[in-house]
């Protein structure tokens, strides 16, 4: 049993569902998804179990939150609703431990790339597909009119032009989001191994195209954050005065640059192909604000994504299409859990952020290094996106502070 819940076909398996929900459920329908994921929750339990995995496993902020967010639904408006969207948060906490306990880190990383790569090649082929067939293809199960709005179509067919492609997960910026991923992965691999090379560099060469088709705004932002860190550590990890002014002239640059970027907001945005107000964001986030101010110390109850069928969470919508997210998650977690959720969010990304830079700044080979940007990349997307509250996003999140406790463990039991 031990050697079959982390046999390579299965782990791909569960990582695909994971990180390509939206292809599932647009393929196969919501039941047929929703009966997947039961399915690999058995897998994620018997994993857990076998490997004896326990609750001390998770950080201590990390858990304070989950206890937040499992109190919350006492003074929640929804709460019937808050506590079925309890169970998704704590099925995300059950997968990202069977996910880091199933193999060590190294084999989580290439079968997370393999993952990944078939999603980027099938969506490849689907867009080429989509194209050829010469108008826009919806959801399974979807009965569109001439009237329905384009934002609904799983593909566009936008291969052959200029247009953002979607792929098989049925949105540009989660696509550009995966080919950042597997990019970081396949770097550092050409980095760090002398072996399977090649295959790195096709996997560098299959994310790059993915990324510039996608065109997210965010996905660019994120390389030159990830690339200024780089730079950063890189400068750190010197000794010596010159390279200590060198690494304060460095931030000073930077801060300057952010100044800048600021005050030119509108030439800004628009080099990077965007609207002033980031695409309708600014008014979504207003709205957020002001359900905020009803609850702003406990929040209102966690529920991860925006659940459509409950009226509380009709706060806003862009060209009649209801928004499913605040399209920020700070804003998300304080509107979900207030002040003092938002607060423990924001420790739990300081702690593992802190314990896998360190790593990579004294091991840049180490695979720690790759959910450490993997993570910095998420949290550049979590100011225009809330998707680090649901789905693989979450878990993701989940995985990387488990890892990053193993290695404050493993730095105290040295010492």
Not at 237 to 244: I, K
Request: charged share 10%.
């Amino acid at each position: 049993m031990a050697q079959f819940i982390a046999k390579k076909p299965v782990m791909v398996a569960i990582l695909t569902l994971l990180f390509a929900g939206d292809f599932f459920r647009n393929a196969l329908t919501v039941p047929v998804w929703a009966t997947l994921v039961i399915l690999a929750t058995g897998w994620a339990i018997v994993v857990v179990i076998t490997n004896r995995v326990t609750w001390r496993t998770l950080p201590t902020p990390l858990l304070a939150l989950l206890v937040w967010w499992v109190v919350s639904p006492a003074w929640s408006p929804y709460a019937g609703t808050s506590l079925l969207m309890l169970l998704s948060a704590l099925m995300g906490v059950l997968f990202a431990l069977a996910i880091t306990s199933a193999v060590p880190l190294d084999k989580l990383v290439r079968r997370l790339a393999l993952s990944v790569r078939l999603i980027l090649c099938g969506s490849i082929a689907f867009e080429v597909v989509v194209a050829l067939i010469g108008h826009p293809v919806y959801p399974v199960g979807f009965a569109e009119t001439p009237t329905t709005p384009i934002e609904l179509a799983w593909s566009r067919g936008n291969f052959f032009t200029d247009g953002r492609i979607q792929g098989l997960v049925g949105n540009a910026n989660v696509l550009g989001m995966l080919g950042l991923v597997l990019l970081i992965i396949g770097l550092w691999r050409v980095y760090a191994s002398r072996s399977w090379r090649t295959a790195s560099l096709l996997d560098v060469a299959l994310a790059t195209i993915v990324v510039a088709r996608a065109a997210s705004a965010t996905v660019t932002v994120t390389i030159v954050v990830v690339a200024v860190v780089i730079g950063l550590t890189a400068l750190a990890r010197r000794n010596g005065l010159g390279w200590r002014m060198g690494l304060f002239g460095a931030i000073a640059a930077i801060g300057g640059a952010v100044v800048v970027a600021v005050s030119q907001w509108s030439a800004f945005v628009t080099l990077l192909g965007k609207s002033p107000d980031l695409t309708h964001r600014f008014d979504i986030w207003a709205a957020v604000v002001d359900r905020i101010d009803e609850r702003p110390i406990v929040g209102s109850g966690f529920v991860g994504w925006w659940p459509s069928w409950d009226p509380w969470f009709a706060i806003h919508s862009v060209d009649e299409l209801p928004m499913s997210q605040a399209h920020n998650v700070w804003l998300d977690v304080t509107l979900q859990s207030g002040l003092v959720g938002v607060t423990l969010f924001a420790a739990i990304l300081v702690f593992a952020l802190w314990y896998l830079w360190r790593a990579f700044a004294q091991t840049p080979m180490s695979a720690a290094t790759v959910p450490f940007f993997v993570l910095c990349a998420l949290t550049v997307q979590s100011l225009t996106e809330s998707r680090l509250l649901h789905e693989w996003g979450f878990v993701t999140l989940v995985a990387c502070a488990i890892i990053a406790e193993r290695l404050r463990v493993g730095i105290i039991e040295k010492r």
